[in-house]
């Protein structure tokens, strides 16, 4: 069960300005929802993994790195409008205010 004292603390903490009958409420909603969650935490679930015909399953692979050569980097790179250095220049679309 939550207290009052924590709903006050909550509401100071998200500046929040809540009268006595706001904070009255919220604590029941709370103490409802988290009675809620703990009759979830009760649920059992069948993990039953049989595969299904017909049904789509993700197909995982191993992340790898693209290599490239330095020639074919630098084909790629003389390709692009503007550059500096290594890199591909592109314009700023970040205002810094």
Do not use: C, H, W
């Not at 300005?17 to 649920?43: M, P």
């Not at 049989?50 to 789509?56: I, L």
């Amino acid at each position: 069960m939550i207290t009052l004292k924590e709903i006050e603390k909550l509401a100071d903490l998200s500046r929040i300005k809540l009268d006595d009958s706001e904070k009255e409420g919220i604590t029941k909603d709370v103490d409802s929802i988290l009675a809620y969650v703990d009759q979830i935490k009760e649920a059992t679930v069948n993990m039953d993994y049989t595969p299904v015909p017909g049904a789509v399953y993700n197909a995982f692979r191993d992340d790898t790195t693209i290599t490239t050569s330095p020639e074919s980097r630098e084909a790629i790179l003389n390709e692009a409008p503007d550059r500096e250095g290594d890199f591909v220049a592109v314009k700023k679309i970040i205002a810094q205010d």
